[in-house]
């Protein structure tokens, strides 16, 4: 039988296309991807991947074992999330992701402060918009912003948000409203229509350039509450308009099979906690004037 480890180098490069891609992905260097790939198609006598202009392609024997091995991958990982579901050990390694604003303006020094409280735990960070992987262990915790998280996720809704129209104190709203608004956004969404004449001059993908937007005076902004007012800017005001309660909000979630880890539910707990103490933020209590 086969090292199973030389198929997870096999199943990288298919993932990535690439034998540097996937150096980088694994943690090794390029040399030791080419001769475990090597290693696995020597045992087996046949050629699992081929070079091509696009980068590295499977060949028909590789196709046909794809899916055994991505099913060796799964067991491989649920195994090792039920026995990490077990350990008992405030110290190891816990993966955390979350979005720039959160980590940036709020959650940065509770982290170090749990770090401090537990010093023989390990937090590797990873600052991102989607959720990670948390089948594969790309994150064991997530804290983020959504309507509905995925299902295989256990977690905890810690508020609610509400959005509100920002803009320059500067900016002065003529005969037409200038909007900056997602990337996503082909037409006028349909919260404009509460905003005189509105037209779109600039379109963003990340919440942090919608606040820059608006801070520079390009335009008025539907944001989340908590972005602009926990940045606290004299300049950056909350427009008086009237803006129902969405349905998305905060949550601290976890793989199911990593609920009873020791750290785990401790870092769990204290980003609970943090997170609850901005409670009034998050419901945009601290700028609300309609």
Known sequence: ????????????????????????????????????????????????????????????????VLDLVEAMQQANLGASRVLLGQDARLSGEINLTMPHELFDYLLAKPLQNFNRIYPDIR????????????????????????????????????????????????????????????????????????????????????LNSMYQAVKAGFGVARMPCFMPDMVGDADIERMPIAVPRSNWGIWILNHVDLRHTARIRACRKHLQQTLESHIPLFLGKLSESC
């Open 123 to 206: 937090l590797n960070l990873q600052v991102s918009r989607g959720v990670r992987n948390m089948a594969n262990r790309e994150a064991d915790i997530a804290v983020r912003i959504t309507a509905s998280p995925p299902e295989y996720l256990v977690g905890t809704c810690v508020s609610h948000i509400q959005h509100g129209f920002y803009k320059h104190k500067d900016l002065e709203v003529g005969s037409s409203t200038p909007l900056i608004v997602w990337e996503r956004d082909d037409s006028l969404p349909a919260w404009a229509n509460d905003l005189k004449s509105p037209e779109i001059i600039m379109r963003v993908d990340h």
């Open 1 to 64: 039988m086969h090292n199973w480890d030389d198929f997870r180098y096999f199943l990288s490069v298919v993932k990535t296309g690439s034998f540097s891609q996937s150096a980088i992905e694994l943690g090794v260097n390029h040399s030791t991807v080419s001769r475990r790939i090597q290693a696995l198609e020597s045992s087996h006598g046949v050629k699992l991947l081929e070079r091509t202009q696009k980068g590295y392609q499977m060949t028909d024997a590789g196709a046909s």
